[in-house]
């Protein structure tokens, strides 16, 4: 776009052949340098009898390229054609300059507007634009102008992409892109400003790709905190929930309504005692797989491990409609697993001892920032912790307070009595889990409910209580040996 009006060897300037023609073409003698061409050798114009061309420090003319007029193009053919009256005719009073448009000869040259231009064109066009006044105009405050339309529209793209995402910061950048580049064409359209409308665009395209980038890499690191806080206590299904759901971590939790689990090994300690360490928490870890399993897959999560027992809770970090049912669910499927695990030899005749309660709690990310667990803390937690306790007394592996009855009641659940747990003042009502609704609905277990409801309002018997549950569910009978008498 930048053509030379002056050259120099040091001590003299020489015009370019367009200033020279006009100047001939005028009749003028001189040229007159407009700038400091004795110290720095910059200049602001070139002055040729009556019209002052501004040019760039370096003594170049900005090239106002336009599309070649047909009629201002007389090829050879013409000229050797003969008619010499119909050239004289366009000839006259005109500027005529001879020049070459074939490839081979070397005087190709990309404009603006055309990648193959032939240089006689060039300075055609630079004559012509000096004789008619239009020029583009590159002023320095320019270059400030550009650089302030990039900060104001890149902080508009930083602040729409932060508080509104990629996709509505796609359609700003957009926005901005065919404000920016209608501007300077109607700069250059109006006034013949010279903008720069590829350093903005390029800039916004840049901050764009860093602003998306910086978010996918805060995305993918909050997905790596969480498959770090969940992925190990969560079903796969349920984590995939949490990442698409998932909002900034942070200290701190909420009050939701939990079902919680605490299920403990009965005879591990033995089983350490005999076996030694090593063998003990092989074992610990095959139980440990084993009865995870049946948890997570429910839709729970697995809060921790404590020695030889698991805790774990649902309906949090995400609703999880049922959770009671669910709970109980796990609770029943670790027992067939554990029984399954014992017939077969894995285990060396490990029990376990599950509490469950349903109620609210506090649960969220508790610890430092640099390292925190899901945690649920409350009441509930406490009293599935006493029932845990509870079913030892009781001599049954699946005990849950009246909550969790409550909120699942197709069970198959019997009554245990009332107990006082330790840090509560009053005595809280337990049930037994002896199987899933299909059992509950079974006639088998309804005369069981029956007999077992008499016995617990003290006019039943243990004995015919025990005789019905083993057909029903025979884990009932050392609850039943511990009531020899009517309760």
């Not at 090239?63 to 004289?88: N, T």
Request: glycine share 12%; aromatic share 6%; charged share 15%.
């Amino acid at each position: 776009r930048r053509v030379p009006l002056l050259w120099s060897d040091g001590p003299r300037l020489y015009p370019a052949l367009a200033l020279e023609t006009l100047r001939l073409a005028l009749g003028v003698s001189t040229l007159v340098a407009l700038g400091d061409v004795s110290g720095a050798g910059t200049l602001d114009g070139v002055r040729v009898g009556g019209f002052s061309v501004p040019t760039t420090a370096t003594g170049a003319l900005v090239l106002y390229d336009r599309p070649v007029p047909a009629e201002m193009v007389v090829s050879a053919a013409e000229v050797l054609g003969g008619d010499v009256a119909a050239l004289r005719e366009r000839f006259a009073g005109r500027i005529v300059l001879v020049g070459t448009s074939a490839s081979g000869l070397l005087d190709l040259h990309a404009t603006p507007l055309s990648p193959r231009r032939a240089g006689v064109l060039i300075h055609a066009g630079m004559i012509d634009q000096i004789v008619s006044g239009r020029y583009l105009r590159r002023a320095d405050w320019l270059q400030g102008l550009e650089l302030l339309g990039f900060g104001l529209a890149g902080g508009l793209l930083v602040l729409v992409v932060l508080r509104l995402g990629p996709r509505a910061g796609l359609v700003a950048a957009l926005g901005l892109i065919a404000a920016l580049g209608g501007g300077a064409w109607a700069a250059f359209a109006s006034h013949g400003w010279l903008l720069d409308a590829s350093f903005p665009i390029g800039g916004l395209l840049i901050v764009y790709g860093v602003l998306v980038y910086v978010r996918f890499a805060r995305t993918e690191r909050r997905r790596q905190e969480l498959r770090r806080a969940f992925g190990h206590y969560v079903a796969p299904a349920l984590l995939s929930r949490i990442e698409r759901s998932a909002g900034t971590l942070a200290l701190g939790g909420e009050v939701r309504e939990l079902t919680v689990m605490f299920a403990d090994m009965r005879g591990f300690t033995a089983y350490t005692e005999a076996h030694g360490a090593a063998a003990a928490l092989g074992l610990l870890n095959t139980l440990f797989g084993a009865l995870g399993h049946e948890i997570v897959s429910r839709d729970g999560t697995i809060d921790k491990f404590i020695g030889d027992a698991i805790m774990a809770f649902w309906n949090a970090p995400l609703d999880v409609a049922g959770h009671a049912g669910h709970a109980a669910a796990a609770a029943l499927a670790m027992r067939a697993r554990l029984a399954a695990l014992n017939h077969d030899g894995t285990l060396a005749g490990l029990a376990i001892g599950v509490g469950l309660a349903t109620g609210p709690a506090l649960v969220g990310h508790m610890g430092l920032k640099s390292r925190f667990d899901y945690s649920a803390i409350g009441d509930s937690v406490n009293v599935a912790s006493r029932v845990e306790a509870e079913s030892k007394r009781l001599g049954f592996d699946i005990v849950a307070a009246e909550t969790t009855r409550q909120a699942a009641p197709d069970l198959a659940w019997l009554d245990a009595g009332r107990a006082s747990l330790r840090g509560r003042t009053e005595p809280l009502a337990l049930c037994l889990l002896v199987g899933d609704a299909t059992l509950a609905a079974t006639p088998a277990f309804r005369a069981l409910a029956a007999a077992h409801a008499a016995l617990m309002a003290g006019h039943g018997d243990a004995a015919a209580c025990a005789a019905l549950a083993r057909d029903v569910a025979p884990h009932l009978l050392r609850f039943y040996e511990g009531l020899p008498s009517p309760a």
